[in-house]
């Protein structure tokens, strides 16, 4: 059923393709800008947010860096680099601010629908593990944005901060876990999909499901022209603007737009799985993201961590994740995905970084032939006294990491997200995976100021910005004053305070 509020127009402002996280952030923010934009958004499935968007389909993680160990990399002298650290951290406070507007503003719901406070905590055991935590939380612990971490080897101590992960451990073995109270559990679908219902509420607004973009042509005078097909019928909707928000969708389209910078990108799909577990008895004796180190050989997506869950009220425990190969480039998308998304242009970098990545080729064939019980056994790792039939599987969504020319002329795997956009502005697309959701509001804010930069520098758009993010147009790595001014706001605002 097609969504709409008004006779849908065919030519328009602004066409946004995917209903998830980044592109329900594009449209609420140029709708604050400028109410009389005119705004189309198509989703090819059923419903807005179902695929990495959707509660289940991702961990939850408010990727602010306090318990993530792959944001952080060891110095030559043994001290640890929180650079990636420090700009994720600062990123994720965009997310919070523009949150904490909309929720003043009452276009999103009670905080408690879509984030909740759940203390981010990273634990490693064995002597050289604990050695490196104990550097990073040094190295953290020292910065503004990190001061509230707290760092223990007391097993009593962690007893308290996790009461699971402590039962039955052996009194002598060498632990260590760091913990920051104002973690947040994160509902990236409530929020999805509480900004598309505001959306589609406003004037000259409409959504479109059931709609597959299948032609991108861009016209003489600039714009595009988008061929979409909705349950069998085809229709064109021309665009000044168009934004490829398809998650793991978003490479074919951007290859379909022609685009020089789109050539050469090339996508690598990984799949997830979660042990889940919801007896009450386990769940309420867990409040945490327990965070370890990835094993030797594994990817940095694969971290393993142990979770509190809150989706939709009801609380769970999830670890992973496990992953696995998949030729498909969504969760509900075609195994052909991968092969119709080679090209001349891209089949170089792709090919060399499958010659150059067998580790992980490997480690993800092992991850697919993994028992229930082999899982199972990892999670022991964690929680000694799991048990087997407590824990079932769980399939979250798929991921594509951007493949594409490193500074050598090799192809290059990369672990974080790009924004891609042409020259003329006229059209952008967001590749990649994590950090993703978490930063959607950095990332689209980065979009707005390259595809509509001389309305971003307007008066009027300056100071609509400053009160959706009053840090705008200064920076939270440098301020560290103004990044602990805005955060107290943020985590009164959204009920995170500790």
Not at 230 to 235: T, V, Y
Not at 416 to 425: P, Q, S, W
Request: proline share 4%.
């Amino acid at each position: 059923m097609t969504r709409r509020n008004h006779m849908t127009s065919n030519i328009v402002d602004v066409l946004l393709v995917g209903g998830g996280a980044m592109s329900t952030t594009l449209g609420m923010l140029l709708k604050q800008l400028d109410p009389s934009l005119s705004i189309t958004m198509v989703e090819r499935l059923e419903k807005v947010a179902q695929e990495s968007t959707d509660g289940w389909n991702n961990a939850g993680t408010g990727h602010a860096a306090y318990c993530e160990l792959n944001y952080t990399s060891p110095n030559p002298d043994g001290t640890t680099n929180i650079d990636k650290a420090v700009n994720i951290n600062a990123a994720f406070e965009i997310s919070l601010q523009f949150w904490s507007y909309l929720v003043e503003k009452g276009l999103l719901p009670e905080p408690a629908q879509f984030i909740n406070r759940v203390p981010h905590q990273s634990f490693v055991w064995g002597a050289d593990n604990v050695k490196k935590l104990k550097s990073r939380f040094e190295a953290m612990s020292a910065h503004p944005a990190f001061r509230e971490m707290q760092y223990t080897e007391d097993h009593a101590t962690m007893a308290e901060w996790m009461p699971l992960i402590m039962q039955n451990r052996k009194g002598d073995e060498p632990l260590a876990a760091t913990r920051i109270e104002h973690g947040s559990d994160v509902n990236f679908g409530a929020i999805a999909r509480n900004m598309a219902k505001f959306l589609e509420t406003q004037d000259g607004v409409n959504i479109e499901l059931s709609a597959e973009v299948e032609e991108l042509n861009q016209l003489s005078d600039g714009t595009w022209k988008v061929t979409v097909d909705q349950k069998g019928q085809r229709r064109d909707i021309q665009a000044k603007f168009v934004f490829l928000g398809a998650g793991g969708g978003a490479l074919p389209l951007l290859q379909k737009s022609g685009i020089k910078e789109g050539k050469g990108y090339g996508g690598f799909p990984v799949s997830g799985q979660w042990l889940v577990c919801d007896k009450p008895e386990l769940v309420e004796q867990h409040h945490a993201k327990v965070y370890g180190a990835a094993p030797i050989g594994a990817p940095p997506m694969s971290v393993p961590h142990l979770d509190t869950r809150i989706i939709d009220g009801k609380k769970a425990i999830l670890f992973g994740p496990f992953a696995g190969f998949t030729t498909k480039f969504l969760k509900r998308g075609s195994v052909f995905d991968l092969v119709k998304s080679v090209r001349v242009d891209n089949l170089g970098n792709m090919l060399s970084v499958g010659k150059n990545n067998m580790d992980l080729t490997k480690y993800l064939i092992s991850e697919v032939r993994q028992s229930h019980k082999d899982r199972c056994d990892s999670l022991r790792n964690f929680f000694p006294d799991a048990q087997d039939k407590d824990w079932t599987l769980a399939y979250a969504g798929q991921r594509v990491q951007i493949i594409k020319q490193g500074p050598d002329g090799a192809g290059k795997l990369e672990f974080g997200t790009e924004a891609i956009v042409a020259e003329d502005g006229s059209i952008a697309a967001l590749l990649g995976a994590s950090p993703g959701a978490s930063t959607t509001v950095n990332t689209m804010i980065g979009i707005l100021e390259r595809s509509f930069a001389d309305r971003m520098q307007s008066a009027e758009w300056q100071a609509k910005m400053k009160e959706m993010v009053p840090s705008y147009g200064q920076s939270l790595v440098e301020n560290t004053d103004l990044l602990l001014e805005i955060r107290a706001r943020t985590l009164e605002t959204l009920n995170l305070k500790p």
